[in-house]
T-cell receptor, first 117, second 114 residues
Framework: DVKVTQSSRYLVKRTGEKVFLECVQDMDHENMFWYRQDPGLGLRLIYFSYDVKMKEKGDIPEGYSVSREKKERFSLILESASTNQTSMYLC????????????????FGPGTRLTVL | AQSVTQLGSHVSVSEGALVLLRCNYSSSVPPYLFWYVQYPNQGLQLLLKYTTGATLVKGINGFEAEFKKSETSFHLTKPSAHMSDAAEYFCAVSTTGGGNKLTFGTGTQLKVEL
């Protein structure tokens, strides 16, 4: 079974703090993704990565950055947390061996509920 | 650009009744379509997906969905609801050549009543 783990289930931070959310997958997947989930808005893609040290912006990258130094680990960084970044953050990974890469199933972690005070 | 519309943010059915969750998509190229389910306090897990071939797709837990190109729809059904089906359901789309980026709908919360 594919396993995607996230470093924390719940996190409380103060405005202006630097926040790191960690995600690890154990199935040698090429692709990794960070989404945020808000009621009534569904899931929105923040950043994704197709390879080590490679990243691409998703639909809502403002206020976020990412790091992928090792294949199995993808980190989401909030440089200076703000209250509007209070949300559920979901990490996902997918195989990535399909040349077109479009039909792969994404496997999700349990999520990190971040509250910024 | 692709998009997904899920009609009905909340759907309530009686146990044993038909479940129908609606999903319409917009895409300029042939789509790949997915249904994911999220149980309380958990991540998302795949129910089923359409890639190519047979337009009626069967998934886990008795769910199925039919791809209808003429209607740009991919509605999710289950003949008989069970209490354990109560969850939030998300429809998503990706496209050929679009990498593996998914565009999600806003979700439908399914409630199952006795």
């Amino acid at each position: 079974d594919v396993k995607v783990t996230q470093s924390s289930r719940y996190l409380v931070k103060r405005t202006g703090e630097k926040v790191f959310l960690e995600c690890v997958q154990d199935m040698d997947h090429e692709n990794m993704f960070w989404y945020r989930q808000d009621p009534g808005l569904g899931l929105r893609l923040i950043y994704f990565s197709y390879d080590v040290k490679m990243k691409e912006k998703g639909d809502i990258p403002e206020g976020y950055s990412v790091s992928r130094e090792k294949k199995e680990r993808f980190s989401l960084i909030l440089e200076s947390a703000s209250t509007n970044q209070t949300s559920m953050y979901l990490c996902a990974s997918s195989l990535g061996r399909d040349p077109l890469g479009s039909s792969d199933t994404q496997y999700f972690g349990p999520g990190t509920r971040l509250t910024v005070l | 650009a692709q998009s997904v519309t899920q009609l009905g943010s909340h759907v309530s059915v009686s146990e044993g009744a038909l479940v129908l969750l609606r999903c319409n998509y917009s895409s300029s190229v042939p789509p790949y379509l997915f249904w994911y389910v999220q149980y309380p306090n958990q991540g998302l897990q795949l129910l089923l997906k359409y890639t190519t071939g047979a337009t009626l797709v069967k998934g886990i837990n008795g769910f199925e969905a039919e791809f209808k190109k003429s209607e740009t729809s991919f509605h999710l059904t289950k003949p008989s609801a069970h209490m354990s089906d109560a969850a939030e359901y998300f429809c998503a789309v990706s496209t050929t050549g679009g990498g593996n980026k998914l565009t999600f709908g806003t979700g439908t919360q399914l409630k199952v009543e006795l």
